[in-house]
């Protein structure tokens, strides 16, 4: 197990990615409040506004991706959208201050995880068991 877990942290990371891509990409194109939220990702917080771009993308690419994503990004964020339709300038604060249900909490652990697994994948690919030859390969 201990050979391969690099592998298992760039699979966690790959996930945590994934997710954020997928629903973050959805939430940009909600009606009414996606316009909203992506003005203000732009401003204030910038890797949620990557996750949008890059997720719009790949949700418009991908018509299934988009329905999970906008049901997930709906289900994390529909206590706020009545907030954020009033003040579009607070929505990402309104967003990472407070959390509303269990999605929304996976939304804002797997935005905050990503990059955080990048890292520690990077340093246990890094590290990972080299193969050691010490003797040369028979030639035939």
């Known amino acids: ?8 942290i760039i699979l966690l990371f790959l996930l945590a990615l994934g997710y954020d891509l997928v629903v973050w990409g959805a939430a940009a194109r909600l009606p ?3 316009p909203r ?11 949620t506004y990557a996750y949008m771009r890059a997720g719009s993308i790949l949700d418009a690419a991908v018509p ?6 906008s049901q ?6 529909g ?16 967003v990472f201050s407070q959390t509303w249900n269990a999605q929304h909490l996976m939304l804002k652990f797997c935005h905050s ?7 520690i994948a990077l340093v246990f690919w890094v590290r990972r068991p080299k193969k050691i ?6 030639r035939r």
């Open 113 to 119: 995880a990503a990059p955080v697994l990048a890292v």
């Open 79 to 94: 206590e706020g959208f009545a907030r954020v339709k009033d003040d579009p300038r607070v929505a990402m604060d309104l």
């Open 133 to 138: 030859r010490l003797m040369g390969q028979r």
């Open 1 to 8: 197990m201990k050979r391969n877990l690099h592998w298992w």
């Open 32 to 34: 009414e409040v996606g």
């Open 64 to 69: 299934l991706l988009d329905d999970w994503g």
């Open 72 to 77: 997930r990004a709906q289900m994390a964020l």
């Open 37 to 47: 939220l992506l003005a203000s990702a732009q401003r204030e917080a910038a890797l």
